[in-house]
């Protein structure tokens, strides 16, 4: 068994997959890590960035509507003045229906939607199925996290009022 966790781990690092492939969800008091992803765009973001206070994150694609309806409402100036960065996961999407369909949606919508195209990407965040994850950050630190199944919900996590 330990032979084949170590062929494993040698694989995952030959692969260059990053080390947060197979870390734990992180939770209140972590750190968030300094990464880059690639927006709707195609332009390469910092994550968390700076001023970042919420973190909204969806995988599926009920709670993605209601996050993508949250921020409509909310609108692109108070997004960045409220410090929110949203975080898509699109791995699971099939690649035809993320080009054709998924990405030229999102290329409409005036806020930034950062993608993680590769599960191992976004690993690290936790989750809840049907769920939209929001985490509170101070100074780059979880300080809650909330799982919310609807834009009113997610409202109230973000606390806008």
């Known amino acids: 068994m330990q032979r084949r966790t170590f062929v494993l781990s040698a694989a995952i690092t030959a692969l260059g997959w990053p080390a947060l492939a197979f870390a734990s969800p992180l939770a209140v008091g972590d750190s968030l890590?300094?990464?880059e992803f690639e927006n709707q765009h195609g332009k390469m973001e910092a994550f968390p960035g700076t001023g970042t206070r919420t973190v909204l994150f969806a995988?599926?694609?009920a709670p993605s509507d209601e996050v993508n309806t949250f921020l409509t409402n909310l609108g692109v100036e108070?997004?960045?003045k409220d410090g929110i960065v949203f975080l898509a996961d699109i791995s699971g999407m099939p690649g035809f229906v993320t080009q054709t369909f998924a990405?030229?949606?999102m290329r409409k919508r005036a806020y930034s939607i950062l993608l993680a195209n590769k599960a191992e990407q976004a690993a690290f965040m936790p989750h809840e199925k049907d769920a939209v994850t929001v985490l509170q950050v101070h100074q780059g630190k979880i300080t809650r996290i909330v799982f919310a199944r609807d834009a009113a919900a997610i409202k109230a996590a973000v606390g806008q009022h």
Request: proline share 17%.
């Open 78 to 80: 108070a997004m960045h």
């Open 59 to 61: 995988i599926e694609k």
């Open 33 to 35: 890590p300094q990464l």
């Open 103 to 105: 990405l030229p949606k």
